[in-house]
């Protein structure tokens, strides 16, 4: 019932409307600053040919201008683009490995990959257990490559604490 009403004031004097609208003049232009105007007056006062200029059309500005042909298509909607595609396989997931640095919110981790918390976790063992954790092992127990386990060992280390002792004083011994 709604419906009907507003169709019915929305269509109400529709052909009048359409003609006055039709019918209306060009929008004039912004006005312009007062500044603005007394410049554009005094430019007007001593080049009057300038006023002629503005006027005049430019007939070899509208034959270039009606060169131009634009050809556009409508985009593909993303549901189209999916099924044209070729259907991708599921990717393979494994589960985060340890239980620590609050890795509640990672579910699981495409294999091939490793989240930031396995990866301190992984470098720091090679560092302290170099024989036990080589890059062999680790690519086997985090389903990493192992061209790309050798860089990770090679470029990228866990932070390191290193004290030295001044050099004017003596150092004290560790037991």
Known sequence: ??????????????????????????????????STNSLLREQMSRHPEIKGEIGRKDDKLLSLLK???????????????????TRQE??????????HFDMLNVKNIPKGKISVAEALTLLNNHKLYPETWTAEKIAQEYYLEQKDVNSLLKYFVTFEVKIFPPEDKKAIQSK
């Not at 019915?8 to 209306?24: C, D, G, K, Q, T």
């Not at 393979?92 to 239980?99: D, T």
């Open 90 to 99: 599921p990717k393979e997931f494994r589960l985060p490995k340890g239980h």
């Open 67 to 85: 060169d131009v042909y634009v050809k556009s298509k409508d985009p593909l909607s993303s549901v189209q683009v999916k099924d044209a595609g």
């Open 1 to 34: 019932m709604g419906a009907s009403v507003t169709r019915a004031i929305r269509n109400f004097n529709l052909e009048n409307r359409a003609e006055r609208e039709i019918s209306r003049m060009k929008p004039t232009p912004a006005p312009r600053h007062p």
